[in-house]
C-alpha cells in the first residue's frame, strides 16, 4: 500500500525523535526578528541564531517539518508555478539539525537509512554528491554506507557549498539525487548525470545535507569553526513525490484532492480538465500559499508581505476566472486546504473562518480592481498615438501589471484582440528598474547584516573576557527597576570606546539591566544610568532614550552623555523612569483585557494582528470586517472598565508552550515562542478572566489601570481594525479636558453642562432657518439684478448678446441667471462674470438654436478665461471658468461680442 504524504511527514519525525532529536514546531512563515527575509524559506530559519553562536536552546539536536515561501528574491519561483510539475510558492521542509553535536558522518547515516529503510526507496536510484575535497563526506558514503564510487560524485562550489552570507558560517554539502530512469531524460545528452548540472528533469534533487565547518572572513579566507554544525533540508513534495512514484508533485495526494475539489466545482469532465491543467495547478499551489499565510497573520496590501500575499491570490483569482469560475472561490478551496493539513497546522483550524473571510473580501476587492484595470486598458489602446503606432508602450503595461495586478499574458491577449502587439523590450526595462529597486532594499538588508555581526563580536568578546557569567546581558526588567553595575563597554558610532564626553550619542552595555526592550508591541523604557559620589552627587549621567538587543544576549542602552565623562569599569546606578513604566504597565494590561472583550463581544474571529503600547496611549489592532457600531464601542468600553473595577489579580508564570495553549492562554499571530513562555493570567487561576502569551510588563492588579476610555475607532487594512484608547493618568487628563471644554461650551450657550447637546440642536435649527431665508433674500436680489441686466443686452446681427459683471458668491447663482436669461429671451449669448473669494470666475450659455449654428459655451468661456490669466471650458449649451487676474475682468467681458461677430463671419 503507498505511503501517504501524511505518514511520510510523521515518520520523519518519529524517526529523528528516536535518534535522540527535540521536535520543534514549524515557525510562522513570518521570519520573526529577522529584517533579512521577506518570508521563511528554509527549516534553518528558525536556528539561525543558534548556529551564529547568540541564541542558546536546551536541546543540541532539532528536526521539525517548516512551513516555507519562495516567491522572492532569488528563490523567485511564482511564473514557474503551473507550467512546471515541481514549482511551488508554499512547500513543506524536512529537516534535522545539529547544533555542535553530530556532524557529517551520523548526518549521512541518518539521511540514507531515513530514504532507503523508512520510506523504502530503492538505493540503486539513488545519486550522491559531495564537495570537490570533502574527502570525509566522500568516505563515509562510499566506505561506510557501501555505495559504488561511480555514483558518488565530487562536485564544485557552484553545487555543493554553502555560505549564509558574504560573511559568517559556510561549508560543504552532500546531496541525493533520485534517478526517474533514462526514459526521463530531457537534455538528450548521450552522457547525461547529476554532474552535467543542466536541470535535465531525469534527475530530482531530495536532500540536501549542509555541513556548516567554516567561518568566512570579510578578505574570503575561511577557519574552522570553533562548534560544527549540520542543517539539512528535504522537501515534503519532492520526496513524496518519489515514494508515490509521481513524476509531478501535482500528481501525489498532497495536491490530488485539492484538484478534485476543484473540478467538482466547475462540473469538468476529465477531458476538460486536463485542458485547463495550468489553471487547475496554479489554483491549488496558490491556495496552499494564502492560506498558510493568512493563516500566519498576513493581510492582503500594497506592500511587503502583505503585496505578495495579493499577488498570488490574484494570480489564482485570474486562472480561476479562466477556468470557468464565476465570482469569488478561493474560499471554497482554502475549506479542502484546511481539511486535509489542519490536523498537523492546527493554526489553520483556529483561524478558519478569518481566512475565509480575509479571501473573499480580497477577491472582491480584485473584481472591481480589474474592472478598473480593464478601463485603463481600454485608455490605453485608444490613444491615438497607440492606434497609429499599433503598440503598447512597454512602461504603460508594466504600470497595469504593477498598480492592477494585470501580468503581461492577459494585457497580450487583450491587445491580440485589438490587433495590436506589446513593447516588450520596454516592459522587461520597467521590470528591471523595479528589480533594481528591491536589490537596493536587499542591500539595505546588507547594512543590517553588517551591523548585526558587530554586535555579534562585541558579545563574544565580553564573553571571552569573562565579564557575562551567564554568556548573555541578565534581563531584570521583571524584578527590579533599578540596579547597580559596572560599565561593561561603550559604543560610538558602531565602534567600542573606552570613554565618552558630555554631548556624546552613546550605547552602553551593562552585565545587567531593568530596563525593558522594546517588544511585542510595548515601548522601551527610559531612564538614566550614573555615577554618583560619596554625598550622593552624580559624577556622570548618561540619559538612556531607549534599550534595544541588537543580537540575542546583548542589550544595549542608547542615549546622550548629558554630564561628566564615563569610562568603562565605572560602577553605575541604572534606574528606570518608574511613573513612565507605570503608565506602561496600565495600557499593556489593559490591551489584554481589551482583546479578551473583543473576543465576547464581536465574536472568536478575533484576533490581535498589531498592537502599540506606550505609556500615554495604547494601539490594537485586530482581525475584524465590519465598523464597530456605537453599542459595540460602548460595550467594549464598559466590558473593559467592569474587569477593572473588579480588581483581578494579574499573574505571570512560566510553563511550556503546548501546556500554555492547552490551559487557553491566547498565542498572538507572527509571534516567535520559545520552549519555555511567560503566560499572563488576569482573574483567578481556576476562573481567569484573561490568559495571553507575553513577555511585557503588567500592573498587579487591573484596579491599579484606573479607568479605559477608546479614543477611537477605524479601518487600517482590509479585515483590519483600529482602536486608540487612554488609561489611568493619560485618561484622567482627558477626562479634565473634556468635562473643563464641556463646561465652557456651556457657560458661552448661556445654559447648564448636561443641556448643552439639546442647546446645541436649538441653535441648529435656528441656523438652518436663517440659511434658508438667506437664500431667499439671495435669489430675490439676484432676480432684481437679472431685470436691470436685461437693459445691457446687445443686438448682434439678430443675436442677443449679454456680457457683465454680477454680484454673485458663487457658481450656483451664475448659473442660475444665466437659466433665467435663457428662459427670458429664448434665443441668445451670455457670459456673466463674478469676483468669487477674490478671484475672476465666468459662466457662459449658449441656446440650442445658436449652438445648432456653431456656437459652443465652452469656446467662448475659455477665451474669456485666458484673458484673466485661467482657463475653463464644458457643454456646448453651458460651461464655466475661473482666473487669477481681477482687475481684468471686464475687459475680458468685453471680448463676448467680439467673438460673437467672428462666429457670425467666420471668413472675416
Not at 473583543?598 to 494601539?619: F, I, N, T
Not at 456656437?855 to 475659455?862: E, I, P, R, W
Request: hydrophobic share 40%; with cysteine; net charge negative.
Amino acid at each position: 500500500m503507498t505511503m501517504s504524504s501524511q505518514e511520510i511527514r510523521q515518520r520523519f519525525l518519529d524517526y529523528f525523535a528516536k535518534h535522540g532529536h527535540t521536535v520543534v514546531e514549524s515557525s510562522s512563515l513570518i521570519p520573526v526578528g529577522d529584517p533579512t527575509l521577506l518570508f521563511t524559506n528554509a527549516g534553518m530559519v528558525q536556528f539561525k541564531d543558534v548556529f551564529l553562536g547568540l541564541e542558546r536552546r536546551p536541546y543540541t539536536r532539532a528536526t521539525t517539518v517548516q512551513k516555507c515561501m519562495r516567491v522572492s528574491g532569488k528563490h523567485n519561483d511564482l511564473e514557474n508555478v503551473g507550467p512546471s510539475p515541481r514549482h511551488h510558492t508554499f512547500f513543506e521542509m524536512l529537516g534535522n539539525f545539529s547544533f555542535g553535536d553530530y556532524f557529517k558522518r551520523e548526518a549521512i547515516h541518518y539521511a540514507y537509512e531515513v530514504v532507503t529503510q523508512v520510506y523504502g526507496v530503492d538505493p540503486n536510484r539513488l545519486v550522491f554528491t559531495v564537495f570537490e575535497d570533502d574527502d570525509e563526506a566522500y568516505n563515509v558514503w562510499t566506505q561506510e554506507i557501501g555505495v559504488p564510487p561511480e555514483r558518488v560524485l565530487r562536485m564544485g562550489e557552484k553545487t555543493n557549498f554553502w555560505m549564509m552570507g558574504d560573511i559568517g558560517p559556510c561549508g560543504p554539502t552532500s546531496e541525493i539525487h533520485y534517478d526517474w530512469g533514462p526514459e526521463a531524460c530531457t537534455c538528450g545528452d548521450p552522457h547525461c548525470s547529476v554532474a552535467l548540472d543542466n536541470g535535465c528533469e531525469r534527475w530530482l534533487e531530495i536532500w540536501n545535507l549542509v555541513f556548516m565547518q567554516y567561518n568566512q572572513a570579510a578578505d574570503g579566507t575561511r577557519m574552522p569553526l570553533p562548534r560544527h554544525g549540520v542543517d539539512t533540508g528535504m522537501g515534503l513534495e519532492r520526496i513524496t513525490s518519489v515514494v508515490q512514484n509521481k513524476r509531478s508533485n501535482y500528481e501525489t495526494d498532497l495536491f490530488t484532492p485539492i484538484l478534485a475539489h476543484i473540478q467538482e466545482l466547475l462540473g469538468d469532465s476529465d477531458e476538460e480538465a486536463a485542458k485547463k491543467q495550468v489553471a487547475y495547478r496554479v489554483i491549488a499551489d496558490h491556495s496552499r500559499a494564502i492560506t498558510f499565510l493568512i493563516g500566519d497573520g498576513v493581510i492582503p496590501s500594497s506592500e511587503g508581505r502583505g503585496y505578495v500575499l495579493r499577488l498570488i491570490l490574484r494570480r489564482a483569482a485570474r486562472y480561476g476566472h479562466k477556468a470557468g469560475f464565476e465570482g469569488p472561490f478561493l474560499a471554497k478551496i482554502a475549506e479542502k486546504v484546511i481539511e486535509i493539513m489542519g490536523h498537523h497546522y492546527r493554526e489553520l483550524r483556529e483561524r478558519e473562518a478569518f481566512i475565509y473571510k480575509t479571501i473573499t473580501a480580497e477577491e472582491e476587492r480584485f473584481s472591481q480592481t480589474l474592472a478598473a484595470g480593464l478601463a485603463v486598458l481600454e485608455e490605453l489602446i485608444a490613444d491615438p498615438k497607440v492606434q497609429e503606432t499599433r503598440v503598447l508602450p512597454g512602461e504603460a503595461v508594466f504600470r497595469l501589471y504593477d498598480t492592477y495586478g494585470f501580468p503581461l499574458d492577459l494585457t497580450r491577449d487583450v491587445a491580440r484582440e485589438h490587433g495590436l502587439t506589446i513593447d516588450e523590450a520596454g516592459y522587461q526595462r520597467a521590470m528591471a528598474e523595479q528589480r533594481e529597486r528591491a536589490r537596493a532594499a536587499s542591500r539595505f538588508a546588507a547594512d543590517q547584516e553588517d551591523r548585526v555581526a558587530r554586535y555579534a563580536k562585541i558579545l563574544e568578546e565580553l564573553r571571552s573576557a569573562s565579564l557575562l557569567p551567564e554568556g548573555t546581558v541578565r534581563h531584570i526588567c521583571y524584578e527590579a527597576a533599578e540596579v547597580e553595575a559596572p560599565i561593561l563597554a561603550i559604543i560610538k558610532k558602531g565602534n567600542t570606546v573606552s570613554a565618552a564626553r558630555a554631548g556624546d550619542v552613546v550605547e552602553i552595555v551593562l552585565p545587567q539591566t531593568p530596563f525593558y526592550v522594546e517588544s511585542g508591541g510595548q515601548v522601551s523604557d527610559t531612564g538614566i544610568i550614573a555615577r554618583y559620589d560619596e554625598r550622593g552627587a552624580p559624577v556622570w549621567e548618561v540619559r538612556v532614550d531607549e534599550a534595544r538587543q541588537p543580537v540575542p544576549g546583548l542589550i544595549v542602552h542608547i542615549g546622550e552623555v548629558v554630564m561628566g565623562t564615563v569610562r568603562v569599569g565605572d560602577v553605575a546606578r541604572a534606574a528606570v523612569d518608574w511613573e513612565r513604566r507605570k503608565d506602561i504597565m496600565r495600557n499593556h494590561t489593559a490591551t489584554h483585557l481589551l482583546h479578551i472583550t473583543l473576543r465576547r463581544v464581536l465574536g472568536e474571529h478575533v484576533h490581535q494582528a498589531g498592537s502599540l503600547v506606550a505609556p500615554d496611549r495604547l494601539r490594537f489592532d485586530f482581525t475584524h470586517s465590519a465598523m464597530l457600531t456605537e453599542e459595540e464601542l460602548a460595550a467594549i468600553e464598559q466590558g473593559v472598565n467592569d474587569a477593572i473595577l473588579a480588581a483581578y489579580p494579574v499573574e505571570a508564570h512560566w510553563t511550556t508552550y503546548r501546556q500554555a495553549v492547552n490551559e487557553g492562554a491566547i498565542a498572538l499571530f507572527g509571534e516567535k515562542y520559545g520552549e519555555e513562555v511567560r503566560v499572563i493570567r488576569v482573574g483567578p487561576p481556576d476562573e481567569p478572566f484573561s490568559q495571553e502569551l507575553c513577555g511585557g510588563t503588567h500592573v498587579n492588579n487591573t484596579a491599579e489601570i484606573g479607568f479605559f476610555h477608546i479614543t477611537s475607532e477605524g479601518s487600517v487594512a482590509a479585515g483590519i481594525r483600529r482602536i486608540e484608547a487612554v488609561t489611568g493618568r493619560w485618561a484622567h487628563r482627558l477626562v479634565q479636558r473634556q468635562l473643563a471644554l464641556l463646561h465652557r461650551a456651556a457657560t458661552f450657550l448661556g445654559c447648564q453642562d448636561e443641556e448643552v447637546d439639546r442647546r446645541v440642536l436649538s441653535l441648529l435649527d435656528e441656523v438652518q432657518r436663517l440659511q434658508k431665508e438667506t437664500n431667499r433674500l439671495k435669489q430675490a436680489l439676484a432676480r432684481r439684478d437679472f431685470e436691470s441686466l436685461l437693459q445691457q443686452v446687445q443686438d448682434i446681427e439678430g443675436v442677443k448678446v449679454l456680457a457683465a459683471s454680477v454680484d454673485a458668491e458663487d457658481m450656483e447663482t451664475m448659473r442660475r441667471m444665466s437659466d433665467w436669461f435663457r428662459e427670458r429671451l429664448g434665443s441668445g449669448v451670455i457670459v456673466l462674470g463674478a469676483a468669487i473669494r477674490n478671484r475672476p470666475s465666468f459662466v457662459a450659455a449658449v441656446t440650442p438654436d445658436l449652438v445648432e449654428r456653431g456656437f459652443h459655451a465652452g469656446q467662448l468661456v475659455k477665451v474669456v478665461a485666458e484673458a484673466v490669466g485661467g482657463g475653463g471650458g464644458g457643454r456646448p449649451t453651458l460651461a464655466q471658468a475661473g482666473g487669477r487676474d481681477l482687475s481684468r475682468m471686464n475687459e475680458a467681458l468685453k471680448l463676448v461680442p467680439q467673438w460673437v461677430a467672428r462666429k457670425l463671419h467666420p471668413s472675416s
